[in-house]
């Protein structure tokens, strides 16, 4: 069966300082994997998406950056933190859609409760 | 642009059906999740919709009008672990992207 593991699950940090949120895959491959941002109340923001290695897309502008080494691995990055950046964030993977009725709903990682200080 | 409405809140009463409702303007379209989240938890899925009609499942049914940019997420026979957010999402014509609305928070009473 698969599996997303996504870590730390709570992360206090100060402005300025770096941030680097892991998230690995297990029982698929080449998965199609998602940063999601949700602020207190709202619904999600996507930040990212890879269809493959080294294949980042990103949605908005923000000092974020995602990487993906490995093709199960998904990794979320900041050189510098703003108090902005504070939020729950989301990991999630998804399978390849083939065909017009394919489910290919999105599987979510427990998150990051990230607050900046 | 991209947007994806539902409302805010809403309060029913255990035992009863809610119908929470959605609508949204995308880049093209490639089906339509229903994501439950309780608080403080990540979201699960419940249900996809990809052609009209209603799709059911159990005590959760969801309908699709792709013409009308709508859909609604049906529960029915309410009990207090339903009180959660309801997340209504579309995946684009890409087929990559999954686009969320800002969820329906409901409360469930006795």
């Known amino acids: 069966s698969q599996t997303i593991h996504q870590w730390p699950a709570t ?54 950056s995602a990487s993906r080494p490995q093709d199960r691995q998904f ?20 399978g390849r859609a083939t065909g017009y009725s394919r489910n290919t709903e999105a599987f979510f990682g427990q998150g990051t409760r990230l607050t900046v200080v | 642009g991209q947007n994806i409405d539902q409302p805010t809140e809403m309060t029913a009463t255990e035992g009863a059906i809610v119908q929470i409702n959605c609508t949204y303007q995308t880049s093209g379209f490639n089906g339509l999740f ?41 529960l029915k026979e309410l009990q207090m672990k339903d009180s959660a957010s309801y997340l209504c999402a579309v995946r684009d014509g890409g087929g990559f992207k999954t686009i969320f609305g800002a969820g329906t928070r409901l409360f469930v009473k006795a």
């Open chain 1, 11 to 64: 992360l206090v940090q100060p402005v300025g300082s770096p941030l680097s949120l892991e998230c690995t895959v297990e029982g698929t491959s080449n998965p199609n994997l998602y940063w999601y941002r949700q602020a207190a109340g709202r619904g999600l923001q996507l930040l990212f998406y890879s269809i493959g290695i080294d294949q980042i897309s990103s949605e908005v502008p923000q000092n974020l």
């Open chain 2, 34 to 74: 229903w994501y439950q989240q309780h608080a403080g938890e990540a979201p699960t899925f419940l249900s996809y919709n990809v052609l009209d009609g209603l799709e059911e499942k159990g005590r959760f049914s969801s309908f699709l009008s792709r013409s009308k940019g709508y859909s609604y997420l049906l």
């Open chain 1, 75 to 94: 990794i979320l990055s900041s050189k510098k933190l703003l108090l902005s950046d504070s939020g729950f964030y989301l990991c999630a993977w998804s």
